[in-house]
């Protein structure tokens, strides 16, 4: 747990540098890397684990790739184990094919190519079997605010079933306790989406 606290004082504390002139989403993109790079250089420097980008998926995993992690957004109900969480934006194929893995439904003849990807340093690449076999987890998080303190709802899960972009099913939650942080606030909201910004190179 004490990992996964200091993952979420990391991205909201990237997520404070944000200022009013940055494009809208700024704060949150800031907040999504250093998620994923304080998750990765913990468990690299204290477990032994190795970055790992499977499809689009930036992760983390243990030496026998038998298990990944990463961070995803989830709605209200994230951290709270009576109710049922789903991710707060709309994922894609790369989550839906950890997903099928976890519910062990990835059959090795799942094009595994569109998994293939520069291992970087220090990084993995994960064999047809490996990933067919993969266990993913994910810091799910849930951000709220009132006045200058932040309150964090957090879960670590294991995603079982996707269906149109959304987790529907977990195979195990483990709920954590709930992360605050005060200061001040970033002035750059993220905005309710993602900005497509339409390019016509002639």
Known sequence: MEFLHRVLRAGEAARRTAVPND???TAGRRAYEAHVRTLRELHIEHEGWARLVHGRLELVCNADRSIAMGVMVGDAATGRASLFPKNARRRG??????????????????QTALFAADAGPKGVALSEEEACALKTW????????AGDTVHIDCELSQ?????DGFVVEWR???PLPAF????IEPLNDDG???IDIPVDFR
Do not use: Y
């Open 138 to 145: 994910f810091l799910l998080s849930c951000r709220t605010k």
């Open 192 to 194: 309710p989406d993602e």
């Open 93 to 110: 194929f790369a989550t839906e094919q950890v997903t099928r893995a976890n519910a062990g439904e990835w059959a090795p003849h799942v």
């Open 23 to 25: 494009p809208t989403g």
């Open 172 to 174: 195990r939650r483990i």
């Open 180 to 183: 605050t942080m005060d200061g």
């Open 159 to 163: 995603p079982q079933r996707f269906e």
